[in-house]
């Protein structure tokens, strides 16, 4: 069964400054992969996934995440950091017949 | 124009009660999730449902039964509520086929804060 870690329960970042969220996955075929971000008291919107192709994806917000197979890893970043991106950031695996599996998540904290 | 949609948003109700969260998406996908988010934010999966075919998660206890009216809507009633069944519960859909196929991405609704008393 797949698994997802994201080893930064909480991170903090000053305004402007860069940031990269990681992301682990164990899966034995090839993943389907997401970030979601959650906003404090709302649902979660989809920032980026992956499925095949360039494993470098362009994502909403101006974060991109990078697919390394070698690694298993799908980390996301974002060049700098504005006040509003402060929330919860969830990696996603999802696979053909499979349901998806969610990493615990990284929660963001931007210092003004 | 709410894609996926949830009433109650908050749910307030004591232990033992029986009570029911509403979903409906209006996005023509075929398959609707429910997930549970602890208070640590943990999210994890309860039941998938697909046109025909509902997924369920063994470790979701009974008391938990989802109901699909249609392709659109999923409900979910929970009997006998417990202490432990305080969380949010989110609804999801996704367009996809076959047994609880994930390839493409979900779309969720805002989230059900349930606090059982």
């Known amino acids: 069964a797949q698994s997802v870690t994201q080893p930064d329960i909480h991170i903090t970042v000053s305004e402007g400054a860069s940031l990269e969220l990681r992301c682990n996955y164990s899966y034995g075929a090839t993943p389907y992969l997401f970030w979601y971000v959650q906003s404090p008291g709302q649902g979660l919107q989809l920032l980026l996934k992956?499925?095949?192709?360039?494993?470098l994806v362009q994502g909403i917000k101006g974060f991109e995440a990078e697919f390394k197979r070698s690694q298993s890893s799908f980390n996301l970043r974002k060049p700098s950091v504005h006040w509003s991106d402060a929330a919860e950031y969830f990696c996603?695996?999802?696979?053909?017949?499979?349901?998806?599996?969610f990493g615990p998540g990284t929660r963001l904290s931007v210092l003004p | 124009d709410t894609a996926v949609s949830q009433t109650p948003k908050y749910l307030v109700t004591q232990m033992g009660n029986d009570k029911s969260i509403k979903c409906e998406q209006n996005l023509g996908h075929d398959t609707m999730y429910w997930y549970k988010q602890d208070s640590k934010k943990f999210l994890k999966i309860m039941f998938s449902y697909n046109n025909k075919e509902l997924i369920i998660n063994e470790t979701v206890p009974n008391r938990f039964s989802p109901k699909s009216p249609d392709k659109a809507h999923l409900n979910l009633h929970i009997n006998s509520l417990e202490l432990g069944d305080s969380a949010v519960y989110f609804c999801?859909?996704?367009?996809?086929?076959?047994?609880?196929?994930?390839?493409?991405?979900?779309?969720f609704g805002p989230g059900t804060r349930l606090t059982v008393l």
């Open positions: 996603a695996v999802g696979a053909r017949g499979q349901n998806f599996v």
């Open positions: 999801a859909s996704s367009q996809a086929s076959g047994r609880g196929s994930s390839y493409n991405e979900q779309f």
């Open positions: 992956y499925f095949s192709g360039d494993t």
